[in-house]
């Protein structure tokens, strides 16, 4: 029961949470949907830099092209820079991705839920996945799974790569607050809700296509 209920909370990623428009800066409007639009490589890898050390995540566009397009996009508009891993579950997931300038940026993002792709790789140890909130509604949330979630894979979670170095850094990143974090707070308010509630939340440095 433990195991279905943790499942169903990634489900509510949150990634429609309602809040108010907020005037766009121009770091805001360079992390927008308009720009990011190009099409992924058949294979790729992206390096990860955390507060923990490195890991990287190899991408095979034909897993998932819808979700190997949008992860290619946000690591080159430095989407991920900066974003802390506010749900770390043991034995389950790590997840990450709202971006900490809060709803400056997310608010962008909101409408611009990818076509869901066939799951073609199950959600093994170590594969790589968008959350999502239902249909077509992955935005910019990833997940990596800590062990066999394979569960997953009939409620529509398509992995589209998978950490192939630096597994042992993943699942070292910081864990003692469980799935406590707020999406909602951290949707509104970025870092400086976490940073004020969740001090020791591990984060990432920087995020790049090395391939």
Same mark, same amino acid.
């Given at each position: ?71 290619y996009n946000l690591v080159k508009l430095g989407f991920y820079d900066g974003t802390r891993f506010f749900? +770390?579950?043991?034995?389950? *997931? /790590?997840?990450?991705?709202?971006? @900490?300038? #809060?709803?400056?940026?997310? =608010? ?33 949330q990833i997940f990596v799974n800590l062990a066999d979630n ?13 950490? +192939?170095?630096?597994?042992? *850094? /993943?699942?070292?990143?910081?864990? @003692?607050? #469980?799935?406590?974090?707020? =999406? ?28």
């Amino acid at each position: 029961m433990l195991k279905s209920s943790i499942a169903l909370a990634v489900l509510l990623s949150l990634a429609a949470a309602g809040c108010k428009s907020e005037p766009t800066s121009e770091k805001a409007s360079s992390l927008t949907p308009a720009k990011a639009t190009e099409t992924a490589p058949a294979e790729f890898k992206a390096r990860f830099t955390t507060s923990k050390g490195p890991f990287t995540v190899e991408v095979h566009r034909d897993w998932a092209p819808q979700g190997a397009d949008r992860f290619y996009n946000l690591v080159k508009l430095g989407f991920y820079d900066g974003t802390r891993f506010f749900r +770390v579950v043991p034995g389950f *997931v /790590v997840q990450w991705g709202i971006h @900490g300038d #809060g709803n400056a940026v997310m =608010q962008h993002w909101r409408g611009a839920g990818l076509p869901d792709d066939p799951v073609r790789q199950s959600n093994t140890e170590g594969t790589v996945t968008f959350a999502m909130a239902g249909k077509s509604s992955r935005t910019t949330q990833i997940f990596v799974n800590l062990a066999d979630n394979s569960r997953l894979d009939e409620m529509g979670f398509a992995t589209f790569g998978k950490v +192939v170095d630096g597994m042992d *850094v /993943v699942k070292s990143l910081y864990s @003692g607050y #469980g799935q406590t974090p707020d =999406q909602a707070s951290i949707q509104s308010q970025g870092n400086a809700y976490l940073e004020r509630e969740y001090p020791k939340l591990d984060y990432v440095k920087s995020a790049e296509i090395t391939k």
